[in-house]
């Protein structure tokens, strides 16, 4: 995840030589447009004779506030710097200047689920002390970006544009594959060509009749995609296989029991199986690439890999935006019994790939940390909490 820095310039025009102006709502207003969901904010003076702090907005303290500043840097106080003697300034200005130094140029506060962190009554305070003028005062954003959930019709759009653009694979390397580098995916990738070749029939049903409750036609056509793509992938390694003489199969004890447990209720519940298999397949496919030195497996253990990213992110928003009104302890069991199939599924797939899985992974337990990985990172970007609207 990339760090994204965003600068605004906020004028503030001043009346008097000194005066105090409520900065925070402008401040909140750039933090959110900055779309930045964890960072800091910086706010600093531009000017040597203004302060910026972090203080209760009460006008009676405000009144504290300038008695206590009058009081401290007092004008008139023999002051160096509004001597010709000693400076060069003009303006006779020390007392901006030394009280400005005693609040301070800037603050810098934290930014959590793209909202500023402040006290009840932390108010970001502009302190002009050298008025009446234009008071310039930065403010960076600084952090990474809000996930953001995309709508049902982006998704839709995103699936056809990546039908749309098959990949380039150099097929005609496929029958130069060693017979070790054959013995050695030839099991393996048999289960994940079938695994990847579904109808979807349950998963179309279930998409269309959610999308019928929520008015979200749009999710139903891009889940229509979406196994279009999963089918592209199966198309892919069909045909490898069939150049690189490996025959394909039509049944193996793990696909039909994942075919199965996808079956057992609704949609949630299949989403969850499919996340499951996705997640796996994100540390599978780089695996299988790095097992031949074939190119064309590479090429298309790239693109499945690739999709299989988007694949994720697609399931796990449609999982916020069903969670999103649940009480956050049903959540959590959601997600830790996601995490339990997780285990037991990655489980089975060591114990049956694990001559491809060796290739990138030295042990199974250096296997099943990138499997939790992939895991959390998939739920920090978006399944945790719907950013936006269900699209309905
Ligand atoms: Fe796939
Ligand atoms: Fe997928």
Redesign the pocket.
Known sequence: MSTTIIRRVLKNETRQRLEFLNLTPRIEEVVSESGIGEGTVMVQSLHSTAATILNEWQEALLDDLRRMMEAAVPAGGGWRHDDPRYSDCTRANAVSHLRAMLLGPGVMLPVVDGRLVRGTWQSIILAEMDGPRTCSVSVQVMGVEQPRVRASEEWEAWFRRSLENPPEIPWESAARITDEERERIRASIQEFQLG?QSEGRHLRQAAREYARRSGDAAYARGTELFIR??QG?AALLGRFMDLAGIARVRHTWVDAVFRHVRKLAGLETSICVLLTA?LI?KVYYPALAAATGCPALRAICAR?SK??GS?VQFHCERLAMMRARRAPVRTCVALALQRLLLAGAAAVVWFHHEPVLRVTHSSMADYWRCCQLEFRAAFHSGGRRPVLAESN
């Open positions: 990847e793509e999963e992938h996705e397949a499945i999709d299989e694949h």
